[in-house]
T-cell receptor, first 116, second 110 residues
């Protein structure tokens, strides 16, 4: 296991198109988080899963965004009808939440989205 | 409101000088605080967490609930400490999500 992976690493799309990103977490990690990061800002929480259940979704997230984690393994983040304001780095992180570990997050390399 | 504030976008110090990266938080519950670091061309990684009360790479951070602060300190900065540092709060009431500050870029000058 080489850590959290994300695909693609870069995506350029035209406004109005749909895009989908994939995140493969570290095996056995039961929590998976999605973040968005723009220039000069820290990671902004979007949503997170515990196993296959989506437990929280940011109120800042419009209904154009949807995420899934079927079978509690990999996750996908889809953005429909992209807008230029969606241009950002999308980060995925996984963690294991248990009695001992409060959940150190392991981050992926991110997917950089550019909407033209 | 749940918030993490890092007032400095950039902090420049000379090698061997002490470093303090400031972090203040706002959270009504029992906070868990972390420092994450991102070195050039690398992914974000955990530096330290308050609950462990440990020193990593010479860095320490003490949670001060009275001042709602979690400042990161190192007595003698090294050039390899140059990186982006993010303070993060883990909410523990009901849901477990992380709130990050805007980050401070530390530059250690030779």
């Amino acid at each position: 296991d080489t850590g959290v992976s994300q695909d693609p690493r870069h995506k350029i799309t035209k406004r109005g198109q749909n895009v989908t990103f994939r995140c493969d977490p570290i095996s056995e990690h039961n929590r998976l988080y999605w973040y968005r990061q723009t220039l000069g800002q820290g990671p902004e929480f979007l949503t997170y899963f515990q196993n296959e259940a989506q437990l929280e979704k940011s109120r800042l997230l419009s209904d154009r965004f949807s995420a899934e984690r079927p079978k509690g393994s990999f996750s996908t983040l889809e953005i429909q009808r992209t807008e230029q304001g969606d241009s950002a780095m999308y980060l995925c992180a996984s963690s294991i939440m248990g009695l001992v570990s409060r959940g150190e997050q392991y981050f992926g390399p991110g997917t950089r989205l550019t909407v033209t | 409101a749940q918030r993490v504030t890092q007032p400095e976008k950039l902090l420049s110090v000379f090698k061997g000088a002490p470093v303090e990266l400031k972090c203040n938080y706002s959270y009504s519950g029992s906070p868990e605080l972390f420092w994450y670091v991102q070195y050039s061309r690398q992914r974000l990684q955990l530096l330290l967490r308050h609950i462990s009360r440990e020193s990593i790479k010479g860095f320490t951070a003490d949670l001060n609930k009275g001042e709602t602060s979690f400042h990161l300190k190192k007595p003698f900065a090294q050039e390899e400490d140059s990186a982006m540092y993010y303070c993060a709060l883990l909410t523990t009431s009901g849901t477990y999500k992380y709130i990050f500050g805007t980050g401070t870029r530390l530059k250690v000058l030779a």
